[in-house]
């Protein structure tokens, strides 16, 4: 019954743009935080962004920090990742995860996978010429 599907991935070209959407249902979404995660071939799975549902806090990975905002829409029970300025080195499938807002405003392990309880299927996102 709770569910999180990604959406709007896609290939696109380097310096080209693309939104991901993490539509919820079954529960709402403002009681969460909600973090972005992207695991290439071969790589583990690692942190993107991650927004709080208490004061709206967003938080980045270096890799990506100036380059994609995360936002959320509680009317629309959907968070976003806007990702501009893409690289080849962006290229994996895209995740997005639901977790007990304690993970930012307790533990701070917002990149951490193992802390949260609900996963999106995966969109994937492919940067290339």
């Known amino acids: 019954q709770l569910q999180l599907v990604e959406s709007g991935g896609g290939l696109v070209q380097p310096g080209g743009s693309l939104r991901l959407s993490c539509a919820a249902s079954?529960?709402?979404?403002?009681?969460?935080?909600i973090g972005w995660f992207r695991q290439a071939p071969g790589k583990e799975r690692e942190g993107v962004s991650c927004?709080?549902?208490?004061?709206?806090?967003?938080y980045y990975a270096d890799s990506v920090k100036g380059r994609f905002t995360i936002s959320r829409d509680n009317a629309k029970n959907t968070v976003y990742l806007q990702m501009n300025s893409l690289k080849p080195e962006d290229t994996a499938v895209y995740y997005c995860?639901?977790?007990?807002?304690?993970?930012?405003?307790?533990?701070?392990?917002?990149?951490?996978?193992?802390?949260?309880?609900?996963w999106g299927q995966g969109t994937q996102v492919t940067v290339s010429s």
């Open positions: 995860a639901a977790g007990p807002n304690t993970i930012v405003v307790v533990t701070t392990a917002y990149f951490s996978p193992y802390e949260y309880d609900y």
């Open positions: 079954g529960f709402t979404l403002d009681y969460y935080a």
């Open positions: 927004i709080s549902s208490s004061d709206g806090s967003t």
